[in-house]
């Protein structure tokens, strides 16, 4: 078996210190010379010498590692920011891990442990901030120490914790809709857990805009499921509806088929998000749009920001009417 090429072999051949091979190949901070660069890097390719990750880990004191952290790969809205995160990786080279935060408040915590003992480059943590402050707490602390480690920390959310922040307008999209569903007077919302602030967000951007009390809140799981049981529920003389993802509303459109009313003839139906799926849907949903692959980018991109005071980038929200909905 033929023998693989190591840095000392390099360095030899190079003629130069194994410290000096090794701040070339494993792309150290510190300088060297342009001839001895050259030396090193001709070296390298003569005995087809391959890096070794760890060493580059050492030297650079992180890897080429990118942690994003998600709710659930599954839904159209995280795996949308994935997209964006992951196109705007690839010319950089670097390897983005998925790790699923689910339900489990502490789930977070327990991955960005995992990536600070990798030495990863910088974790994107994508997901609704909580009304739970001890779990908040918890999850404060320990962005705190990947950070202290020499990660860099992105949030796709609320603004509150440590690091950089994307932040979609939840709020003024949802007072969008409200505005233009302002003519129905039996409104319903269909809204995702209370402990999610996304979810507060957006109910309370709609009741601003719609100006006047819903008739009814029915809070559902945030998934098709949910918005399905969430349409048996609502009151037969219901005239427009908001549900709070767009994700739960392609279930409370098929519940509401299911209970004989016409859409938008009976109940005007509008979501948020604007995910593909709903484009499809007959008829169409009404939507608030929200720039999904574009967030994931720009988390990205200040994940990759050298040095500096921590930042907010704001990212508006467009609202999209389709046929799913009628002004009364």
Do not use: W
């Not at 704001?314 to 009364?328: C, D, K, N, Y």
Request: with cysteine; proline share 5%.
């Amino acid at each position: 078996m033929t023998r693989q090429p190591t840095l000392h072999d390099v360095a030899s051949a190079a003629g130069v210190s194994l410290a000096t091979a090794s701040r070339v190949l494993n792309g150290s901070d510190r300088k060297v010379s342009p001839e001895l660069h050259a030396r090193v890097l001709s070296a390298a390719r003569s005995l087809h010498y391959s890096a070794n990750a760890q060493a580059q880990a050492l030297a650079r004191r992180s890897t080429a590692l990118v942690g994003l952290l998600l709710h659930d790969i599954a839904d159209p809205y995280f795996s949308g920011i994935a997209s964006g995160v992951l196109s705007a990786a690839e010319p950089h080279n670097l390897r983005v891990v998925i790790g699923s935060t689910g339900a489990d408040p502490d789930a977070a915590v327990t991955h960005l442990a995992a990536l600070r003992g990798e030495r990863a480059r910088a974790a994107i943590l994508v997901g609704s901030r909580t009304t739970d402050r001890a779990a908040e707490k918890r999850l404060a602390d320990a962005i705190g120490q990947f950070v202290a480690a020499g990660g860099r920390m992105v949030c796709v959310g609320q603004p509150g914790l440590p690091g950089d922040t994307v932040v979609p307008d939840n709020r003024g999209g949802a007072l969008a809709l409200g505005t233009f569903l302002r003519g129905h007077d039996r409104v319903a919302i269909v809204a995702g857990p209370d402990r999610l602030r996304t979810v507060r967000d957006r109910i309370d951007g709609f009741r601003e805009g719609l100006g006047h009390p819903e008739s009814t809140l029915v809070r559902a799981e945030f998934s098709r499921d949910g918005g399905y049981r969430a349409a048996l529920e609502i009151p037969a003389d219901t005239t427009a509806a908001f549900v709070t993802s767009d994700v739960m509303a392609t279930g409370f459109c098929a519940g509401l088929r299911e209970r004989g009313l016409r859409i938008p003839e009976d109940v005007a139906v509008a979501g948020f998000d604007d995910v593909p799926v709903v484009r499809d849907l007959f008829p169409a949903l009404t939507t608030v749009r929200l720039p999904l692959a574009e967030m994931g980018a720009r988390a990205l991109e200040l994940a990759l920001a050298e040095g500096g005071a921590a930042s907010t980038v704001g990212v508006p929200a467009e609202l999209i009417v389709r046929a799913s909905t009628h002004q009364p």
